[in-house]
Every structure is written in structure tokens, then in C-alpha cells.
Nanobody, 127 residues
Framework: QVQLVESGGGLVQAGDSLKLSCTASEHIFSTAAMGWFRQAPGKEREFVAVISWSGRKTYYKESVRGRFTISRDNAKSTQYLQMNSLKPEDTAVYYC????????????????????WGQGTQVTVSS
């Protein structure tokens, strides 16, 4: 059974940093593009960032580019989202997701392209 388990959420002030982690079952992680999505209260879930299976390709939502960094450690079957200069509008439940990748450098940004999802971790940024 594939499992994605997020951790690292919390309550911080604007300008602070947080680092989210997501550990996946090894058999899916090794050939999956890994992504982060978020859902704010009353809004639809949206794409945040993605990293290819190889780790060489990344892509970000425009509003987080330059503040957030996605990375992965394939030996630990874990991906990360380093979030700096957090803003109140970053408040949301953050979800880890895995997509079966066609190629080691493939990446995806659509929800329907991701096959597995974590349970989510709350990030709250106060002003």
C-alpha cells in the first residue's frame, strides 16, 4: 500500500520559515515526480511545486517562486518543501503528492496527474 506522510506544519508569524517533509513508500517514490499542493479555507486545492524523479527539474507556482524550495532525498524516500518569507496568504493545508513519472525528468502540475496523496499538514501564518 502506498503511503505518503507529511510533517512539519505549524503556526508561524509572517516572515518566518517552515520546512515540510513527506516520506513515501519506497517502491513508488523512486520513480515518481513529487509535488506539493495546498488548499486554503473556502478555496480549491492548488499546485505549489513539483520536482522530477531525478531531482533535476523543478517548477513552482508563481507566487511562491523565490521563497519556496522543493527538494528530495531519494535514499530516504523523502521530499521537502522549504518555505521562507511566509505570508498570511500561504496559510493552507499542504498536501504531498506523487505522480508515476514517464521519464526521470518528467514533471507535472495538474491534480489529475498525481496518483497518490498524503493526508495534509496545516500551515498557518499570522500577520
Amino acid at each position: 500500500q502506498v503511503q505518503l506522510v507529511e510533517s512539519g506544519g505549524g503556526l508561524v508569524q509572517a516572515g518566518d520559515s517552515l520546512k515540510l517533509s513527506c516520506t513515501a513508500s519506497e517502491h513508488i517514490f523512486s520513480t515518481a515526480a513529487m509535488g506539493w499542493f495546498r488548499q486554503a479555507p473556502g478555496k480549491e486545492r492548488e499546485f505549489v511545486a513539483v520536482i522530477s524523479w531525478s531531482g533535476r527539474k523543478t517548477y513552482y507556482k508563481e507566487s511562491v517562486r523565490g521563497r519556496f524550495t522543493i527538494s528530495r532525498d531519494n535514499a530516504k524516500s523523502t521530499q521537502y518543501l522549504q518555505m521562507n518569507s511566509l505570508k498570511p496568504e500561504d496559510t493552507a493545508v499542504y498536501y504531498c503528492a506523487a505522480a508515476r513519472a514517464a521519464h526521470e525528468n518528467s514533471w507535472y502540475s495538474g491534480e489529475d496527474e498525481f496518483n497518490y496523496w498524503g493526508q495534509g499538514t496545516q500551515v498557518t501564518v499570522s500577520s
